[in-house]
């Protein structure tokens, strides 16, 4: 099978740094493999949407010369799809109507399955995906055997929130399948995801993925680089001078200052898994 791989930036904040190791390794991984880069953008959580950060997205994929293999596709354009999908869980009686509020549950970390025999209306209610008790393990080109047991881990979680709101794990899953991706490289903060994820896809009858989760660029109070931490916009004009800051952060050969399709080119040629840091997370700060 052909290796498709893609880049999912979510327009809640402008790209950092962090997001810019994701590019770099899922590009050269996949182009290294001879195969597909795609991206996409992750907007389904529409109140979430920051202002100006899907322009800025785009400006940087631009200033940073990576090309997608097929036109960029935007989430909120498929609401149609996902909500067809939940129609197909719902035939199959794999989903419920849940009417827990964050309030009723509490500080509670796992679902106690609450509503599953309640056969509630799904109008205006979150949908919710039943779970097994049962492991769920997937091999990590980077960090090794990982398994969760959904059931005990986190019970039922969400598809479709109250108030509409499709969530990430249902949308992933449902393009991650329609666009034919094979390998999924991203960071480590997703490892958890990753079992919620295979399961939903083997409940649709998809094919299981190959992932690599990357260790996680840190702040000088360790945290991780996020939105959230208020991590700094990547500066489009600083394009080479940061791709090549990210190719050693993933402790690749140094590539040579250039026009940027030139040094990714030359860091697809150089790409070497063996020599991105182990762990979850990279050692030093960034901004």
Not at 49 to 68: K, M, N, Q, R
Not at 80 to 95: A, C, F, R, T
Request: with cysteine; glycine share 6%.
């Amino acid at each position: 099978m052909m290796y498709s791989g893609r880049f999912a930036p979510s327009p809640t904040g402008p790209l950092h740094f962090g997001s810019l190791i994701t590019a770099v390794a899922s590009y050269c991984d996949a182009k290294a493999h001879h195969g597909k880069w795609l991206v996409r953008i992750e907007d389904t959580d529409i109140p979430r949407i920051y202002p100006g950060s899907e322009a800025h997205i785009l400006a940087c994929l631009d200033a940073f010369e990576f090309e997608s293999d097929a036109p960029i596709i935007f989430q909120k354009d498929r609401l149609d799809i996902y909500e067809n999908v939940i129609q197909e869980l719902k035939n199959k009686n794999l989903v419920y109507a849940c009417q827990c509020t964050r309030k009723m549950l509490g500080s509670n970390a796992i679902y106690a399955g609450t509503c599953r025999d309640l056969k509630l209306a799904f109008q205006q209610q979150a949908i919710r995906v039943k779970v097994s008790d049962q492991d769920i393990c997937f091999d990590d080109r980077l960090q090794g055997r990982h398994c969760a047991n959904l059931m005990q881990d986190l019970g039922d979680f969400v598809l479709k929130r109250r108030d509409g709101i499709i969530n990430y794990q249902l949308a992933v899953v449902v393009d991650d399948y329609l666009q034919g991706i094979t390998h999924v490289v991203r960071g480590a903060d997703l490892l958890d995801n990753t079992e919620r994820q295979i399961w939903l896809g083997s409940l649709l009858n998809y094919p299981q993925l190959d992932y690599m989760h990357l260790p996680l660029a840190m702040n000088d109070q360790g945290q991780k680089l996020s939105k959230q931490n208020l991590a700094h916009a990547i500066d489009p004009k600083q394009a080479p001078k940061l791709l090549q800051q990210a190719i050693q952060a993933l402790g690749q050969e140094t590539v040579d200052l250039d026009r940027p399709s030139v040094m990714l080119a030359q860091a697809v040629k150089q790409w070497d898994i063996s020599r991105i840091p182990t762990g979850t997370e990279l050692s030093g700060t960034y901004l």
